[in-house]
């Protein structure tokens, strides 16, 4: 088991990158980091995702281009990435779902976010450098992945060898994000 000052450091250490190296990712690698998000928490265990892992070329370069925006100069640093994981949000079971209705929220889009921080930071705890991309379109991937109509394409993670130096990380300070027992 991890110790408390090893995670914390881990967490420190990762960061958004967007440049990688063409380094290829080895597959045991991939298989722990979607490990880390397949044995991550959800409501009611409901498990509302699926783990589309990219590393041929030519589909990479097609999921990253329905990651860009040319006119607002978004992600093209994406199809460097060698490995891209595309998280899709499937349907929850039964009982997540009446979660949802009952408390109005959509826990779905919670469990997603869980599932891929614990892939992100897996990844770190690998050595690799990823980013996170929210900016995707949806229809687009699912045609060209052939993912049903029925899962949404919620976030692509890119993964891979880094040159880039830890950053500085900007952050409020604790007394203005953290209180005890009152806000």
């Known amino acids: 088991m991890i110790d408390a000052e090893s995670m914390l450091s881990l967490m420190k250490g990762r960061q958004s990158d967007r440049r990688y190296l063409s380094k290829p990712v080895e ?5 722990r980091i979607t490990e880390a998000g397949r044995m991550s928490p959800s409501a009611c265990n409901g498990q509302p995702w699926h783990f589309v892992v ?3 070329p030519a ?3 097609q999921v990253a281009a329905a990651t860009e925006s040319v006119i607002l100069r978004m992600n093209a640093f994406v199809r460097e990435a060698p490995v891209l994981i595309v998280v899709v949000r499937e349907k929850s079971n039964f009982t997540s779902r009446a979660g949802d209705l009952i408390k109005q929220k959509d826990y779905s889009l ?8 614990s892939m992100v930071y897996q990844a770190t705890a690998e050595g690799l450098g990823t980013c996170i991309i929210g900016w995707v379109d949806d229809r687009r991937i699912r045609k060209v992945l052939g993912i049903p109509a029925s899962g949404k394409v919620e976030l692509v993670i890119c993964a891979g060898y880094t040159d880039n130096r830890l950053r500085e990380k900007l952050r409020k300070p ?4 953290i209180s005890y027992n009152r806000y």
Request: proline letters at 4%; glycine letters at 8%.
């Open 27 to 31: 597959r045991d690698k991939i298989e």
């Open 174 to 177: 604790p007394g203005e994000v």
């Open 59 to 61: 589909l990479r370069d």
């Open 54 to 56: 990219v590393d041929d």
């Open 110 to 117: 919670i469990d997603i976010g869980i599932a891929t921080a």
